[in-house]
């Protein structure tokens, strides 16, 4: 698993950090809210990322950014399209568990970019 001291962007880094202390603190929302505004920093410094796809079936192709966890926070696809990545908050209210989720996806993305 990734950690936060191999995300070389110092503010990128900061917000990964920031949303663990709220985990820990037992704020899963306040690290959603943060998680989401760090992939969204992701996607705008790196924006090849929103042309980037996978082949989940063979012959379907998706936005590789859209195995974002749509848990609540959800990156909405006209968004990644358009190129102009916006979350949608469908929920006010997230657990723990699920900020963990939501912070493994954006370390991950964040190291495997070399951000």
Same mark, same amino acid.
């Given at each position: 698993?990734?950690? =936060?001291?191999?995300?070389?962007d +110092?503010?990128?880094?900061?917000?990964?950090? &920031?949303?663990? #202390?709220? /985990? @820990?603190?037992?704020?899963?929302?306040e690290?959603?809210?943060?998680?989401?505004?760090?992939?969204?920093?992701?996607?705008?410094?790196? =924006?090849?990322?929103l042309?980037? +796809?996978?082949?989940?079936?063979?012959?379907? &192709?998706?936005? #590789?950014? /859209? @195995?974002?966890?749509m848990?609540?926070?959800?990156?909405?696809?006209?968004?990644?399209?358009?190129?102009?990545?916006?979350?949608?908050f469908?929920?006010?209210?997230?657990?723990?568990?699920e900020a963990?989720?939501?912070?493994?996806?954006?370390l991950?993305?964040?190291?495997?970019?070399?951000?």
């Amino acid at each position: 698993m990734a950690k =936060p001291d191999q995300v070389k962007d +110092t503010d990128l880094r900061a917000q990964i950090e &920031k949303a663990y #202390a709220a /985990m @820990r603190s037992g704020n899963g929302t306040e690290a959603v809210k943060v998680l989401s505004d760090a992939y969204l920093y992701l996607l705008n410094k790196y =924006p090849e990322m929103l042309d980037e +796809t996978i082949e989940p079936r063979p012959g379907r &192709k998706m936005f #590789a950014v /859209m @195995r974002w966890p749509m848990l609540g926070a959800n990156l909405t696809l006209d968004s990644v399209t358009q190129k102009r990545p916006q979350i949608e908050f469908v929920r006010e209210r997230f657990a723990v568990s699920e900020a963990i989720t939501y912070y493994e996806y954006t370390l991950e993305s964040a190291v495997a970019r070399g951000a």
